[in-house]
DNA sequence: ACCTGAACACCGTTCAAGT
DNA sequence: ACCTGAACACCGTTCAAGT
């Protein structure tokens, strides 16, 4: 058998991709297996060693994609805000928006852990790093005498806040009860962070 | 075989309890298997399903044992508070030096996924429902003229926040760089939020 | 009633063998 | 060079069979 050549490298890397996104769309991390993504292109397990390393790559490279997208709207939400914190209330909403449509893709990004001692490729770091420095950076406009040091750290716990909203609100299981929306919560911790970070000095 | 009758079966439940909890706090969840867990108790896997009824069963009960044990220690943090922003101060320490000694245990409590269709029992949502009102239960201290609602709403703000810090602070895969410890990220949401909410009402 | 051992249906990964 | 098919070492889960 073998030598089909139906499709290029470059081809086998997109289609196995799409087939793995839908069946992350479908049935969430757990329902992605390496056999599965075969069977739905058409190909047999082995074949998908041709392109990824392993099958942590193919799950890495496919939440590239995811971040790719996300990046796109979060960018595409920023241009030519009216104010600097209209652009941060923008990115925040746009996040949660994301997560909530895109709710197992958003999953994975975070439900896929690396083993033990290996650590996810450089390009994943990078592009968590250009996200994070898109609220960076309209925090600065917000607060242009601020040093960069305080501008890096609000930013830091402005993001890891609202993540952390989204996190626990699509998160059946630790979801604590009441009735209240992501937004509300996510508006609750943007308004009254940025009102004391606009107001005080940033603390110790 | 069988009739062994070494252990009761509550003796059994509590032996592969604490081998499945070594299991993860040296290997991390992903180290942990019904199989090991068996080989670690001296039983072989089918004995196991005398006791539980499956694997994600083992793994809720094994987390519903840390998220006691973190409880434990938030509130021995609060007892006898200097004041109430000392307390709320004193409760995101506590949570954020857990996360940090106790990292696999902690981790394990949100990488592991209820199968699709199902949700984690009552007593699990209990146990962090506890948790989040001793958030409230200060909170409310603090700023005693707010409602119910308002109290809520930022309670769960706050508790999300933290709970993000500490997420993305431990995934080194979404961690973005900058050399911030996680008690000045958790500091600074701690300290502008709440400079926001004691000045201002809550938002929107 | 308790426990085993084997079976079943799945995994990720490798690799000799075919074209 | 490409791809298969089978093998390997693992999974979780079930259950007839033994004591």
Request: charged share 0%.
């Given at each position: 058998m073998g030598r089909r050549n139906e499709h290029t490298r470059e081809e086998l890397r997109e289609i196995s991709l799409q087939a793995a996104e839908q069946l992350v769309i479908a049935h969430?991390?757990?329902?992605?297996s390496a056999r599965k993504v075969a069977a739905g292109i058409g190909?047999?397990?082995?074949?998908?060693y041709m392109v990824f390393r392993n099958f942590d790559d193919l799950i890495i490279q496919m939440n590239e994609r995811t971040l790719d997208a996300l990046y796109e709207k979060l960018a595409a939400a920023v241009t030519?805000?009216?104010s600097p914190t209209a652009a941060i209330e923008a990115l925040a909403q746009t996040y949660l928006a994301f997560a909530l449509s895109e709710t197992n893709r958003w999953l994975a990004l975070y439900e896929h852990r690396m083993p033990e001692g290996q650590a996810a490729p450089d390009s994943f770091a990078e592009k968590v790093a250009r996200m994070f420095e898109l609220v960076q950076q309209h925090l600065a406009s917000l607060c242009p005498h601020r040093s960069f040091e305080e501008i890096s750290l609000a930013a830091r716990a402005l993001w890891s806040g609202i993540h952390g909203v989204c996190v626990l609100s699509l998160d059946r299981k630790l979801e604590s009860i009441g009735g209240r929306t992501m937004q509300q919560v996510a508006n609750s911790l943007l308004d009254n962070y940025l009102a004391g970070f606009v107001a005080q000095g940033v603390s110790r």
């Open positions: 969430g991390l757990m329902g992605l190909y047999t397990v082995g074949s998908l030519n805000p009216p």
